[in-house]
């Protein structure tokens, strides 16, 4: 018997994991590859080339491009409302993609568990109602989706009405919904006037594989800042992807370095290109360096030349993963209240321009009083933001669920599989091997009365 499948259904790829979105998927699936056999079914704007890649022994990513057909829909689309929609133009067009359509239908044969990273491909419960019908649905809702999009569609109520549709039909069909924090899972089931009896919510703050990322030395900082010509300056930095929030927080930046040019900041990310897309001709104070979508290895680069990271938003749902990142590399932080939601940690909070200049320069320069917040910041993400520990609660999570008198069959189906998955890897690890199915059947019998 081998490992679970888990399909998972997602707008994008994660080849090249720069944004926010993209390094929480990433993160999560390749954590999760270590209990099932995870398959990436995910879309790729058009002209990219179909492919599939392989991760690791247990991760792959099959990428499907939209066709011409989508293509066209979405940038007539785009080009009436004047901002990106890739996400939602799925779950308008996604009938038009028959070789994604195809794939789905292959892949659900043979999978145990479904899991849709955000609501866009939900209109597949529909197109494959029976296939669906026995499986496990996990909806790992990343975002309030429509509070995240309500910007971009102001104007457009059928699009309103197409995004809270989709949303909620995930909400309704999903056995176990992951959500970022308590606060979020509430406020999302009650906007589409949900319960939580008919699915689980679990929560699953936005992580990283922290274990592999190394605290920035500070001793070093100086030394960095001045081979690139910063000597004496402070630095801040902020990350940031293509999404309205963000933009409005560069424009609370590009104010900020009017009023004060000691200070240099590093902005990361696809909202330079959401920028100038806005504002193809506008100049930039000197201090804004607008460095775009980089490697993780400039971005560590940017990092270990940071005096202070900030996060000045004032808009958008869901636990900002830059926070969370900021917090793992070592950097102190200066944020809002707002960008602050749902992390427990130590930061500088700022009310407007006057004091948020005042704490760049209050950490910059106060060593123990930053010392202090890194320590604190860094010990927080090794336990509550990390998808080691956070991946191995969600295992116990469905272990436990699936053996509960309670239970759907779509749940009870999964008990003695994923629990004899988990006793396998145990073995190997203890050094015996798992061929020795005696042993394996013998140590599922002794343990399935524990989680009853």
């Not at 779950?91 to 038009?96: G, K, S, V, W």
């Not at 309704?172 to 939580?196: K, V």
């Not at 910063?230 to 927080?249: I, M, Q, R, Y």
Request: proline share 4%; glycine share 6%; hydrophobic share 40%.
């Amino acid at each position: 018997m081998g490992r679970l499948k888990a399909l998972a259904l997602c707008h994008f790829d994660i080849r090249d994991c720069t944004g926010g979105g993209r390094v929480v998927v990433s993160s999560f699936l390749r954590e999760l590859s270590h209990y099932f056999e995870v398959c990436l079914l995910s879309l790729a704007p058009y002209g990219s080339q179909a492919t599939e890649i392989k991760f690791s022994q247990n991760l792959f990513n099959v990428i499907v491009p939209q066709n011409l057909m989508q293509a066209k829909k979405m940038w007539k689309l785009e080009a009436e409302l004047g901002e990106g929609l890739f996400d939602v133009i799925q779950c308008l067009y996604l009938e038009d993609n028959v070789e994604f359509l195809t794939r789905v239908r292959e892949k659900l044969k043979n999978s145990d568990i479904i899991l849709f990273e955000h609501p866009w491909l939900a209109g597949v419960l529909e197109l494959f109602k029976e296939e669906f019908r026995e499986k496990l649905v996990l909806y790992h809702s990343i975002d309030n989706e429509y509070k995240q999009k309500l910007p971009l569609i102001r104007t457009r109520i059928d699009l309103q009405e197409k995004v809270r549709t989709i949303e909620k039909a995930m909400l309704s069909r999903a056995d176990i919904i992951l959500i970022p924090s308590a606060e979020e899972g509430c406020e999302i089931l009650n906007q589409y006037g949900l319960t939580t009896k008919k699915p689980s919510l679990f929560f699953l703050p936005h992580s990283l594989k922290v274990e592999k990322i190394r605290p920035v030395n500070r001793r070093t900082i100086r030394n960095r800042k001045a081979k690139i010509g910063l000597d004496g300056k402070t630095t801040a930095t902020f990350v940031g992807s293509w999404h309205p929030p963000n933009l409005e927080a560069l424009e609370f930046l590009i104010n900020a370095a009017k009023r004060d040019e000691t200070i240099e900041y590093f902005i990361l990310g696809s909202v330079k290109d959401y920028f100038y897309t806005k504002y193809p001709n506008r100049a930039l104070p000197n201090n804004i360096h607008l460095l775009g979508t980089v490697s993780e290895t400039v971005k560590e680069y940017i990092y270990a030349c940071t005096d202070v990271a900030v996060n000045p938003m004032f808009s958008g749902a869901g636990i900002n993963i830059k926070m969370v990142e900021y917090m793992a590399y070592g950097l102190p932080i200066v944020t809002t209240s707002f960008g602050a939601r749902g992390i427990p940690g130590q930061f500088v909070v700022f009310e407007d321009e006057e004091s948020f200049i005042a704490a760049i320069h209050e950490l910059a320069t106060d060593k123990e009083k930053a010392w202090a917040m890194i320590n604190n910041n860094r010990k927080l993400v090794e336990t509550q933001f990390d998808y080691k520990e956070n991946v191995k609660r969600l295992v116990f999570f469905l272990l436990e669920r699936s053996c509960d008198q309670g239970a759907n069959n779509r749940l009870r189906y999964l008990y003695d599989r994923l629990l004899l998955n988990c006793i396998t890897d145990n073995l190997v690890i203890m050094g015996v091997s798992p061929k020795d199915s005696f042993l394996v059947d013998n140590c599922a019998k002794i343990l399935r009365p524990i989680l009853y």
